[in-house]
């Protein structure tokens, strides 16, 4: 089966740091996708990890731990627009006729 | 970059009513579609996955009969919500995958009165 964990609701402050966590169990694995949402809007794509490691993309960071099947996303210099859902999402196979596995998404408010 | 169209944007429909969503792909083609549908406050859910000329590939506990998908052309997918209740009020989305992203269609609000 597949099974892709994140905690449902964080706060943070503005101009703080907050770190998204995200287990996975699945049945293969070709990539990690983290996804920003707002509310009745397509998910806006993040980042993409694949190897092991740390990816930076201005103020968000992305890490990924195949062995341990563990990601997070770090969002710097939170700012309020940030307020939203972030969604986990893997690939579990190569070929292109598999769809992407999500969390239930993060909520994250981002308060003054 | 790759994109999908999705029409239309928000609809609302007479319940006993069928309502149909578009997905174009509109610089690639597209021989497989994935359908998502999302409650409020809730993730993404699979729903179907569509292939060009073939049958589509549904998820436990989605009706095929009441979620009709088409997907005739490598270009086009559709989904059509046909005597929609209340209950099927939801977001539903797709999106494809071009190489190895995946890409998103703006999503499609139904609301059903």
């Known amino acids: 089966g597949q099974n892709i964990d994140q905690p449902t609701e964080m706060t943070a402050t503005e101009g703080a740091i907050v770190q998204i966590n995200c287990t996975y169990q699945t049945s293969g694995f070709n990539g990690l996708f983290w996804y920003q949402q707002h509310a009745g809007e397509a998910p806006t794509f993040l980042s993409y990890?694949?190897?092991?490691g740390l990816e930076e993309k201005g103020r968000f960071s992305s890490f990924l731990s195949r062995s341990k099947g563990y990601s997070y996303l770090l969002l710097k210099e939170l700012q309020m627009k940030d307020s939203a859902s972030y969604l986990c999402?893997?690939?579990?196979?190569?070929?292109?006729?598999?769809?992407?596995?999500f969390g239930k998404g993060t909520r994250l408010s981002v308060i003054a | 970059g790759a994109v999908v169209s999705q029409h239309p944007s928000w609809v609302i429909c007479k319940s006993g009513t069928s309502v149909k969503i578009e997905c174009r792909s509109l610089d690639f083609q597209a021989t497989t579609m994935f359908w998502y549908r999302q409650f409020p406050k809730q993730s993404l859910m699979l729903m179907a996955t569509s292939n060009e000329g073939s049958k589509a590939t549904y998820e436990q506990g989605v009706e095929k009969d009441k979620f009709l998908i088409n997907h005739a052309s490598l270009t086009l997918s559709t989904l059509t919500v046909t005597s929609a209740h209340p209950e099927d009020s939801s977001f539903y989305i797709c999106?494809?995958?071009?190489?190895?992203?995946?890409?998103f269609g703006s999503g499609t609000r139904l609301t059903v009165v």
């Open positions: 990890n694949v190897l092991d």
């Open positions: 999402a893997v690939s579990p196979l190569v070929a292109g006729n598999t769809p992407l596995v």
């Open positions: 999106s494809a995958r071009p190489g190895d992203g995946y890409t």
